[in-house]
């Protein structure tokens, strides 16, 4: 098969999410794939340095999961200015996807963003190509200026409309697609996945606590990722800060950057909890299941009442669950939906209950148990198994 690619987030650099697993282990199974990607971080980026407009650009050979991967990345054309960003989008992105089409052939066309999505859907239809759409977060939530999130939702829907297939990552996205309009038999849920053979429980993470000062007497808890405003991360670290006698051997480990991530820095600084907050920074995905096999009990303690949570199930959940580890989490819809009770997550409703059910937990010395509940439940989601059920769906669809 030929696949394109639609999204609006960055390919290259974002930590892997569900696509990149899918599309690595497509490619080395042979099929051919091309992505059309947006640098979505350039927000970020220093001013100073930074050009208003910027070219296209092809990256050719990427991979992500799989160094087996051949995939090419084609980032459209950009104008680097707040609200022009989003309406340079379909010029730029329209006219790639075009040119796409004609040079490229697809069979099909999968798309996971909004505004993109919409103008794939528009040329996947008036070129009779099959048009997947992909939900695998609510992203109008996550549109930084919040008058344009109802624009968002309005787009969202119109690509639904226009969808031959919409395939979603849990029960709680199917729930929303069809209530934004997607008819329950073009609806298809597929599972995040996970790969057994490179999250594996046996691995003892010790060169990665060596090297950390982290000791045996020490409970190491532990999130990676996208550090966003709402992820709880900062009320987590303020409160250990706070209370840092009462919790001399919690540590606290945080693989990854993101928005608050400067934040962090400051409170780890404010409270001299060098010892006790370690911020690595992003680190390469092949390390991330040693970070893992580091930790005791791993976090997602995100605001409960955040939009963008209520429906999404982040892939590292199925990670941490793989390798064993308990889950702290904030008790959202679409995870609760997911993973239910007793089956290796432990759900409060703010970041301040974390620290003193970690505790509890480790005096207790249940943290194993509890991790093996979270292996059973996780261990048929192997990504050989998703793939198989992925590409079946878009052969039966073609």
Same mark, same amino acid.
């Given at each position: 098969?030929?696949?394109?690619?639609? #999204?609006?987030?960055?390919?290259?650099?974002?930590?892997?999410?569900? #696509?990149?697993?899918?599309?690595?282990?497509?490619?080395?199974?042979?099929?051919?794939?091309?992505?059309?990607?947006?640098?979505?971080?350039?927000?970020?980026?220093?001013?100073?340095?930074?050009?208003?407009?910027?070219?296209?650009?092809?990256?050719?050979?990427?991979?992500?999961?799989?160094?087996?991967?051949?995939?090419?990345?084609?980032?459209?054309?950009?104008?680097?200015?707040?609200? *022009?960003?989003?309406?340079?989008?379909?010029?730029?992105?329209?006219?790639?996807?075009?040119? #796409?089409?004609?040079?490229?052939?697809?069979?099909?066309?999968?798309?996971?963003?909004? *505004?993109?999505?919409?103008?794939?859907?528009?040329?996947?239809?008036?070129? !009779?190509?099959?048009?997947?759409?992909?939900?695998?977060?609510?992203?109008?939530?996550?549109?930084? +200026?919040?008058?344009?999130?109802?624009?968002?939702?309005?787009?969202?829907?119109?690509?639904?409309?226009?969808?031959?297939?919409?395939? @979603?990552?849990?029960?709680?996205?199917? %729930?929303?697609?069809?209530?934004?309009?997607?008819?329950?038999?073009? @609806?298809?849920?597929?599972?995040?996945?996970?790969?057994?053979?490179?999250?594996? &429980?046996?691995?003892?993470?010790?060169?990665?606590? +060596?090297?950390?000062?982290?000791?045996?007497?020490?409970?190491?808890?532990?999130?990676?990722?996208?550090?966003?405003?709402?992820?709880?991360?900062?009320?987590?670290?303020?409160?250990?800060?706070? !209370?840092? $006698?009462?919790? &001399?051997?919690?540590?606290?480990?945080?693989?990854?950057?993101?928005?608050?991530?400067?934040?962090?820095?400051?409170?780890?600084?404010?409270?001299?909890?060098?010892?006790?907050?370690?911020?690595?920074?992003?680190?390469?995905?092949?390390?991330?299941? %040693?970070?893992?096999?580091?930790?005791?009990?791993?976090?997602?303690?995100?605001?409960?009442?955040?939009?963008?949570?209520?429906?999404?199930?982040?892939?590292?959940?199925?990670?941490?669950?793989?390798?064993?580890?308990?889950?702290?989490? @904030?008790?959202?819809?679409?995870?609760?939906?997911?993973?239910? $009770? +007793?089956?290796?997550? *432990?759900?409060?409703?703010?970041?301040?209950?974390? *620290?003193?059910?970690? #505790?509890?937990?480790?005096?207790?010395? !249940?943290?194993?148990?509890?991790?093996?509940?979270?292996?059973?439940?996780?261990? !048929?989601?192997?990504?050989?198994?998703?793939?198989?059920?992925? %590409?079946? @769906?878009? $052969?039966?669809?073609?």
């Amino acid at each position: 098969m030929k696949i394109l690619i639609v #999204q609006e987030s960055d390919w290259l650099e974002r930590n892997p999410h569900q #696509q990149h697993h899918l599309m690595d282990r497509l490619s080395v199974r042979g099929h051919d794939i091309r992505v059309i990607d947006y640098g979505i971080d350039w927000r970020r980026k220093d001013r100073k340095r930074r050009s208003i407009y910027v070219k296209r650009k092809v990256y050719h050979h990427v991979h992500k999961v799989d160094f087996k991967a051949n995939i090419q990345v084609i980032r459209p054309g950009l104008i680097q200015i707040p609200v *022009l960003d989003y309406l340079s989008i379909p010029y730029f992105h329209g006219k790639e996807i075009e040119r #796409q089409i004609r040079e490229f052939q697809p069979d099909v066309i999968i798309a996971f963003g909004l *505004l993109n999505a919409y103008f794939a859907a528009r040329s996947a239809k008036k070129h !009779n190509i099959p048009f997947v759409y992909y939900l695998i977060d609510v992203l109008y939530a996550l549109i930084p +200026e919040k008058t344009f999130q109802a624009i968002g939702k309005y787009v969202k829907k119109q690509n639904i409309a226009r969808s031959d297939m919409i395939i @979603t990552i849990n029960k709680r996205l199917s %729930e929303l697609a069809m209530e934004l309009g997607a008819p329950k038999e073009k @609806t298809i849920e597929i599972d995040a996945g996970i790969d057994l053979e490179q999250f594996d &429980p046996s691995m003892d993470g010790i060169q990665i606590r +060596e090297k950390y000062g982290i000791t045996a007497e020490d409970t190491v808890l532990f999130f990676m990722g996208w550090i966003y405003h709402f992820a709880g991360m900062k009320e987590l670290a303020e409160e250990l800060g706070q !209370n840092k $006698e009462k919790y &001399p051997h919690i540590k606290i480990v945080v693989v990854g950057d993101g928005d608050a991530y400067q934040d962090m820095v400051n409170i780890r600084d404010k409270y001299s909890l060098e010892n006790q907050l370690i911020l690595t920074g992003k680190q390469p995905y092949d390390l991330i299941p %040693e970070f893992v096999a580091a930790a005791d009990i791993c976090l997602l303690p995100a605001y409960q009442d955040e939009e963008i949570m209520q429906d999404i199930v982040p892939i590292k959940i199925y990670e941490y669950m793989a390798m064993e580890k308990p889950v702290i989490v @904030t008790r959202l819809p679409g995870i609760s939906m997911e993973f239910g $009770e +007793e089956n290796g997550l *432990l759900y409060v409703n703010r970041s301040q209950e974390v *620290l003193p059910l970690a #505790q509890e937990l480790a005096q207790k010395n !249940n943290i194993k148990e509890v991790g093996r509940k979270g292996r059973k439940f996780v261990e !048929n989601n192997d990504w050989k198994v998703i793939t198989d059920k992925f %590409e079946e @769906t878009l $052969e039966k669809l073609l």
